[in-house]
């Protein structure tokens, strides 16, 4: 979990009360945090990776003025338009698809909101943004632009100059990224398109490397009292929350949220967003969830000291609307969550089991336990990756329609919206980001799919291998195949495949037979198709095979 340091007096200062370093730990307890005191200076602060807007102290004090009862309802926000536009172009959009900006005013940075700002903004990075692959953070003062013409494109490195932060001497974006800790650490994520991603005022101002290295010109400092804020990345959910996160969190001190006028191609809009998640609650299902015998009153006060707007819109039944940093509030059993921790973990009378049982391993884990240490004995890596996948990409990369596959109501990400029908997917994404390790690479995932055949739903269990090397083939991957199940006892066929998905290379793919009952799928991947959907530059092979209820055969 992500842990930062915490300046303990600006944390008292913003919440406005005195207290003892132990009533201090306490009361953070009471959130989802765990705290700790370093020395008489600092907090050492662990935050669960669903709350990352408490890893500053704005948004630790917000948090504790609800629990504490000092605030309750909706954090009020004075938002204005600005006069501050930003134009997108075209070029930028294959490198760094989307950004998202705003200005925060009456924000007076002295040396400890600084030291706090740029842990937050690194914090940030490590999880939200994946490292700054997905999403890139840049602060700016605002006061030292030379104009409110804000400019988005793609440049070739060459043709970039500007003193980058922390230097003393104009660089090239070539030597940005040569010559610089950051860019040598990050260069990784926009090289390989033959222009940088650049962020610079319409007068030629140099904000920002995006995702690299801001400039010495516009540099935050102790005295800044104005801020420009850029998000980037490559997940537009992620950079509109990342940004919602960021000016809700120092809006605890600043006057005023500036939305401005983002010009992107085709599309004008303004932001922030500042989108909220809003749905309705029954009251007794807060009720039997929690285990307590609480009035309604009192579950609508506990709600406005977690900062959410309530509003009664029937019998039993309320409307609770979460403010915009909450990126964690998902379905109604997360209210039911935020109950509890209103009312206080420590308070709930814990009940003992009504009964008691000794446990053993299942036939299936015990076969899978025996799979794995197989395939491990043949020399590939265990791998565990998401349960859901792109029900595009699905459909696209494999050829499963979307009426086979198991649609996620409200999901997070489009990325992630439904549940995988195979593991395939899974596995090429892994060598996509892998692919450049030492060769080869042999990786293995044992685990659940969903898929929808005839209007019924089944669940299965699968595993999948693959190869990924200079030269590798049909033969190399086939060999695994037959040694795993042959191990295990069981005889296996193979049966050309006739018309396999595009992403297989025809006349080297197969059905796969286990006891002459068909499991699977076992061949080579097209490389030109593989190269253009997923950037992989490497031969790939493959096997997939459905193992549910073999553990039952043996």
């Known amino acids: 979990m992500p842990v930062t340091l915490i300046k303990k007096r600006r944390l008292l200062n913003l919440l406005g009360v005195e207290a003892e370093d132990q009533d201090l730990v306490e009361a953070l307890s009471r959130t989802k945090v765990e705290a700790e005191v370093i020395d008489q200076e600092t907090l050492e602060v662990e935050v669960t990776p669903d709350r990352l807007d408490l890893l500053i102290s704005e948004g630790l004090a917000r948090e504790l003025k609800g629990i504490l009862g000092l605030e309750k309802g909706y954090p009020k926000y004075n938002v204005y338009d600005t006069d501050i536009t930003l134009t997108v172009y075209e070029n930028v959009k294959r490198i760094?698809?989307?950004?998202?900006?705003?200005?925060?005013?009456?924000?007076?940075?002295?040396?400890?909101?600084?030291?706090?700002?740029?842990?937050?903004?690194?914090k940030l990075h490590m999880t939200l943004g994946r490292d700054r692959r997905k999403v890139a953070i840049g602060f700016y003062d605002l006061d030292?632009?030379?104009?409110?013409?804000?400019?988005?494109?793609?440049?070739?490195?060459?043709?970039?100059?500007?003193?980058?932060?922390?230097?003393?001497?104009?660089?090239?974006?070539?030597?940005?990224?040569?010559?610089?800790?950051?860019g040598r650490k990050y260069r990784h994520i926009i090289e390989g398109f033959g222009e940088y991603p650049l962020l610079h005022t319409d007068?030629?101002?140099?904000?920002?490397?995006?995702?690299?290295?801001?400039?010495?010109?516009?540099?935050?400092?102790?005295?800044?009292?104005?801020?420009?804020?850029?998000?980037?990345?490559?997940?537009?959910?992620?950079?509109?929350?990342?940004?919602?996160?960021?000016?809700?969190?120092?809006?605890?001190?600043?006057?005023?949220?500036?939305?401005?006028?983002?010009?992107?191609?085709g599309t004008t809009y303004k932001t922030p967003l500042l989108s909220t998640t809003e749905f309705n609650v029954e009251l007794d299902y807060i009720r039997s969830n929690v285990g307590l015998n609480i009035s309604d009153d009192e579950i609508i006060e506990l709600l406005e000291r977690m900062r959410y707007n309530v509003e009664r819109v029937g019998k039993g039944v309320i409307k609770v609307k979460a403010p915009p940093y909450r990126i964690d509030i998902?379905?109604?059993?997360?209210?039911?969550?935020?109950?509890?921790?209103?009312?206080?973990?420590?308070?709930?009378?814990?009940?003992?089991?009504?009964?008691?049982?000794?446990?053993?391993?299942?036939?299936?884990t015990k076969f899978v336990r025996k799979v794995r240490e197989i395939m491990a004995g043949l020399g590939f890596q265990e791998i565990l990756t998401f349960t859901l996948s792109s029900r595009n990409l699905v459909a696209e990369l494999l050829e499963t329609s979307l009426d086979r596959q198991v649609e996620i109501l409200n999901p997070i990400s489009p990325l992630y919206n439904t549940i995988r029908p195979t593991l395939i997917l899974n596995?090429?994404?892994?060598?996509?980001?892998?692919?450049?390790?030492?060769?080869?690479?042999?990786?293995?995932?044992?685990?659940?799919?969903?898929?929808?055949?005839?209007?019924?739903?089944?669940?299965e269990t699968k595993i999948a291998a693959s190869i990924l090397s200079y030269r590798v083939g049909f033969e190399d991957i086939q060999a695994q195949l037959y040694a795993l199940l042959r191990t295990l006892g069981f005889s296996v066929s193979l049966e050309e495949e006739n018309s396999p998905p595009k992403i297989f290379?025809?006349?080297?793919?197969?059905?796969?037979?286990?006891?002459?009952?068909?499991?699977?799928?076992?061949?080579?991947?097209?490389?030109?198709?593989?190269?253009?959907?997923?950037?992989?530059?490497?031969?790939?092979?493959?096997?997939?095979?459905?193992?549910?209820?073999?553990w039952n055969e043996i």
Request: proline fraction near 4%; glycine fraction near 6%; avoid cysteine.
């Open 505 to 550: 290379l025809k006349g080297r793919v197969a059905k796969v037979f286990v006891n002459g009952k068909h499991r699977g799928v076992i061949g080579e991947l097209n490389p030109e198709y593989l190269l253009e959907k997923l950037g992989i530059e490497y031969p790939v092979a493959i096997f997939e095979i459905n193992i549910t209820n073999m």
């Open 203 to 265: 007068k030629g101002q140099v904000l920002s490397i995006p995702t690299i290295l801001n400039s010495e010109d516009t540099k935050l400092e102790v005295g800044t009292k104005n801020l420009f804020i850029d998000v980037t990345g490559t997940d537009k959910y992620l950079v509109n929350k990342t940004l919602d996160i960021i000016v809700t969190t120092l809006a605890e001190i600043a006057n005023e949220i500036g939305r401005i006028t983002v010009k992107d191609v």
């Open 427 to 459: 596995i090429l994404q892994f060598l996509k980001q892998n692919q450049h390790a030492d060769h080869p690479i042999k990786v293995f995932e044992i685990g659940d799919t969903v898929e929808v055949v005839n209007g019924e739903v089944f669940g």
């Open 330 to 364: 998902l379905h109604k059993v997360d209210v039911v969550e935020d109950v509890a921790i209103a009312y206080g973990y420590n308070e709930l009378n814990p009940e003992p089991p009504k009964t008691f049982t000794i446990g053993k391993d299942l036939v299936k």
């Open 96 to 122: 760094r698809p989307f950004i998202a900006v705003a200005v925060v005013k009456g924000y007076y940075v002295d040396q400890d909101a600084l030291e706090e700002l740029i842990l937050f903004q690194e």
């Open 144 to 182: 030292k632009l030379n104009s409110k013409k804000i400019v988005y494109r793609a440049e070739k490195p060459e043709n970039i100059r500007y003193v980058p932060l922390g230097e003393a001497v104009e660089m090239s974006g070539k030597e940005v990224v040569e010559k610089t800790d950051k």
